[in-house]
Each structure stands twice: as C-alpha cells, then as structure tokens.
C-alpha cells in the first residue's frame, strides 16, 4: 500500500472571510419555554398512548391470536417447502 499524500481526506479549513460567521452555523441553545413546550409534547403523546392501549386493548389480543395463527401456518409452510 502506498502512503497517504498530505492533507487528502483532511476536513479543509475554512476561508478567513468566513471566520466571523462560524457563530451562525451553530443552532441556537434551546430556550426555557422551547423545554417547556417538548415536556408538554412528551406528556400529551404518553397520554394519547395509554389512552389507545385502553381503548384497544381487547381488539389488540384479539387480533394477535390470528396473527399468532399466521406465524404458525407460514412456519409449517416453509417447513414443508423445504422438504421437497
């Protein structure tokens, strides 16, 4: 293997004009009533997935015992497949 040339694959500096600009390429830190908002968010969708589960949670059974039934079928099917 040949060695590397100097400086390939190095991030390359940036321009000196764009020095004074390197505060703007950072996102700004995030504010008390931005926490505050993303709290409110987490608490409302922890809120609508329990209420879901609630409401669903008898169709939710109901529905995997057929998909139980399915997995089992498909798993005989490509036992039986592979046999031949």
Do not use: Q
Not at 40 to 52: D, H, N, P, R, S
Request: net charge positive; aromatic share 14%.
């Amino acid at each position: 293997m040949r060695p590397k040339e100097l400086g390939k694959g190095r991030r390359r500096a940036r321009d000196a004009d764009r020095s004074a600009d390197l505060d703007t390429d950072r996102p700004a830190a995030p504010t008390e009533l931005g926490e505050e908002r993303r709290k409110e968010k987490t608490v409302g969708l922890l809120f609508l997935a329990l209420l879901f589960a609630l409401i669903f949670w008898d169709a939710f059974w109901f529905l995997s015992k057929f998909l139980l039934a399915f997995v089992i079928v498909y798993i005989l099917y490509l036992g039986l497949r592979s046999r031949s």
